[in-house]
């Protein structure tokens, strides 16, 4: 067996699992040895992918997306990690179905699971309102699994609400933990998590939301900016604090663009929309006011500009103690695909390697998602598979 | 091996079947065996699947599915039966084709069909032109099969046409059977299959004919109740009546509400459009009539509104012999998704388990329809299947 | 073994492969070898379909498509060829995606291949920039293997560009040999490819480019006909002289369509758009222009119409040497979906056989393509699928 493999199935071993039958909707709602076993197991499956060795666990059976905004990225994630274990993909496309027609929730999460293993949602335009949406579908289907209507209950997989997105936030942290040498490294490294300007307005604010719920977990000293009216949820801005304070590391406010990247170690420059406009937005959205949300916009980029110093680039790197450029992606590229965006060319353009690779943990963590709460001793499973070692691609 | 599966398949063993190479396109057309074989081994599948026991047969191909109108149930059946066989599934989206360049039905039916073991068709839109275009599909794929242009005939599965929707009707069999503990329960039962009031219009006739054209065969006392001017297609009823007689039971229609509710033990309220208005529909569609289609919507709501009073509500349901309340889904809720519908709020809520499950039904309906046209000696098949018991998720 | 098959392999055994690990663009970038590899695996793969042999070589993983153009044939035998191989398929529906943010090629071509094996496009929309965006996505690849961001190069398959249609043209000559029982009996056999009237404008060139590029080096006395105005891409001309030259053959350029069929073996009457039009046509659909495409869309139809008597009829078929009608569907037939179009209703008809099985090895071309360039070992692993025997259809 290769020793990378051996390495992490040990580490793996190690760990008090419980995701077993559980859906994966908010990274603190799961214990940190849950988040290590995630990390371990997508990083297991990207070894055998790398060594051709087959990850199929089901010999058939359905994981369903449901995008209510558009992806690539998530999208391909999801169809890869549901391919890898052996699952069909089938899109919930709402303009081709009849939800229209009056149907509730309950009804549409049962309809779409009598042979379904797991249920993917990206619910991010509305703020408030996508986990809620998340947590409706997975009830229905508890309901559904309890009355005996459903076989098998379908896991629900949060691929982007407007709290959390764990998908990222754990690849990102897949990332973290590479680029440094594992999470026992993570103490006392400065992150820090900032807006940044975008000639764009609605982007959603759980990019910055999972990272600072999920990396205040690690000991490291996270620091979040943004200009004043950019504010992230309340209670996640909380619940950060909180776990910084009880895993040793710190949480920091800052409206200073420069003070916050001075010495940090990673860097995540990323724009949102202001919280006052997202809320708006939703209520446009609603109502169907194409000329609000054309005002809205209009507002919101004017609003954006004040702030349109907030870029990162050579500059603002100097400042920095060699930091790890992380972007979920795609980014607003100053004089790429915009005139003043989110990222100099030349800093993105020298980071291509990080941020590619930061994208690449994301198929295998929802892989390792699936797997954790599908395979009841995943141990012994992964170390099946491993020592079977039979081919992905039959290559003589 | 599971008793319910032994059990099953010993009365699989008793039957003639004749559906090995054929198509389904209409309940009729099938012999009452093959109607009973299909209900068996729909139940043996959805048995193996809850027993975690693969259903595989094929290593692989295509199930090609054409919805022309939107569907939710019927789409994710479709995709669910394909997958638990092992077939793909593909979408001819005729939007994303080149089928508005001129070409003929029976080029594109090859065109797809080169490596396709099924080809599932919804076409309900357009009364008295679904059926026929799918048996256009089917001669299309007779031809290129005896012609050797096809390896193998993919047969074509009725999921709906203007004529019957036997996925459906042959799911409310199931549930039905389920309900009253075998088909030799049914002879002398009351199934009362009404028109209620929607404020929506255009929806198709065939879940009620198709109820008409199965539920006949099987000895029930059948009432069909509907205001004037709801009229079926004529020669369904003409169908429903005959097979009443040979069945020992009995086929009524009447367009009093109360006295069709009267003493039922199986009801199904449901609203369908009226015959007249599917025909202009029609016309105006093709036409492409946009203005007339809005003209013909407001006539026909006013039409259904003076019939508001069709609601299945608990005055309704008291009449009945405590009824089996079935509904094909989704329906229109009073005071849930509309302000007067089908059904009141609190009739739908309290039988959720019953419609839920009526529909659950659907996947391994399609799954057993399949099955029977491509494999020679089912129940061998399933013999083996279930014997070697591999598991569908292997779950250690 | 299947004795076709057998001798298949054997002739398989005598070349020279070299497509492993290659991407498939255009066939004038292959050696005669691969061409003739690529057609035999495609014929047993065809064999073993037809004889319930399974070709599946992956346990998992994904085909990626990209269609920048409505497809129906291409779409489904892209999926098809995905599938008879294990291959789930994942469309970049670039409507869905957040391709229109900003992203870059080489960002899209990585996100969306961390778990892919090939990806497949279809980019023949823009004269000059089709196969441009191929080499792009390509070399996209490429960057992120070679970096270590990707685990495996996925290969790309050019479905059709500006400049070529391998897929096309490979399945063409498929037929062709198959035709006249073997490559080697097309020596001195007269293809005509010859430009025809239709209705509609904006074809591409790449189906007549790809027959010209690829049957000069077979030998064959190919004549292109066309109107004046209606030329190909200068330098596939020049190509189709020189390989002519070196092949044995010829290839002529005739501006009367009469003379161009006199006495031809094969013949392929299309259409497309005239050299000039593409070029404005292109430069309207990048200013998103619908006026200007509208007008020129006029122009063009005008310009097409002073070559109405570009039919292919029995009249013109009666010029040839009893040859065999080519056509790659959809065509637009006189009488039957326009009123004048490329080939008379009686002609089209009476050859329905032929351009269905030319289109038939469409699939499993792809299918080959794919094989070869995945497989270290092609002969081996078919002599061990063949040899195996595996039922694609476990029909008992």
Redesign the interface.
């Known amino acids: 067996m290769n020793d990378i493999m051996n390495k992490k199935l040990n580490e793996l071993r190690q760990l008090q699992l419980s995701m077993f039958g559980k859906d994966f909707l908010l990274t603190w709602e799961k214990s940190l040895d849950d988040i290590k076993a995630t990390l371990l197991v997508a990083e297991i499956i ?1 070894e055998m ?2 060594s051709n060795i ?9 994981g ?1 997306s449901i ?1 209510r905004d ?4 998530t ?3 999801f ?2 990690a549901c ?4 699952l ?3 899109d ?1 496309d709402e303009k ?9 929730v ?3 999460a ?3 699971s ?4 797991v249920i993917g949602i990206r619910d991010d335009l509305f703020i408030h309102e996508g986990d809620r949406y998340q947590r409706q579908v997975a009830d229905a289907v508890q309901f ?1 699994f309890e ?5 098998q209950r379908p896991t629900v997989i949060n691929l982007q609400s407007d709290i959390d997105h764990p998908t990222q936030s754990m690849s990102d942290l897949c990332k973290i933990k590479d680029h440094f040498g594992g999470l026992e490294n993570l103490k006392g490294k400065k992150l820090t998590i900032s807006w940044a300007y975008s000639p ?1 307005y609605g982007k959603p604010l759980s990019v910055a939301q999972g990272m600072i719920g999920l990396m205040t977990r690690l000991g490291m000293e996270v620091t979040l900016a943004h200009p004043k009216g950019y504010d992230l949820l309340p209670n996640v801005n909380e619940l950060a604090a909180k776990q910084a304070k009880e895993s040793g590391g710190s949480f920091n406010i800052t409206h200073d663009m420069k003070e916050a990247f001075q010495g940090a170690d990673v860097v995540c420059p990323k724009s949102w929309a202001s919280f006052g406009v997202m809320e708006k937005r939703r209520d446009l959205l609603h109502a169907g006011d194409q000329a609000g949300l054309k005002e809205l916009e209009k507002e919101c980029l004017l609003e954006n500009k004040q702030h349109i110093n907030w870029e990162y680039n050579s500059e603002v790197a100097a400042l920095t103690n060699n930091a790890l450029y992380m972007h979920p ?2 980014a ?2 100053t004089g ?3 005139e003043h965006g989110e990222v100099s060319h030349e800093i993105f353009d020298a980071n ?2 990080d941020t ?2 930061q ?2 943990f ?2 295998v963590v929802i892989t390792a998602m699936i797997l954790l709460s ?4 995943p141990v ?2 992964l170390e099946e598979l491993v020592k079977a070692a ?7």
Chains 1, 2, 3 share one sequence.
């Open positions: 990207k992918h790398k087959a990850t199929r666990i089901f010999d058939s059976g359905l369903v995008f558009n992806s690539t990225r999208r391909f994630s169809a890869s391919n890898a274990l052996g069909g993909v089938q919930l081709k179905s009849q939800i229209a027609h009056g149907e509730t309950r009804e549409t049962n309809m779409i009598f042979m379904a293993d559904g009355k005996g209507i459903l076989h764009s992606l795609p607003d590229i790429l695909n915009c291509l390697y590619y690779t994208a690449s994301k198929p599908k395979v009841k001793d012994a499973k039979r081919a992905r691609l039959a290559n003589n």
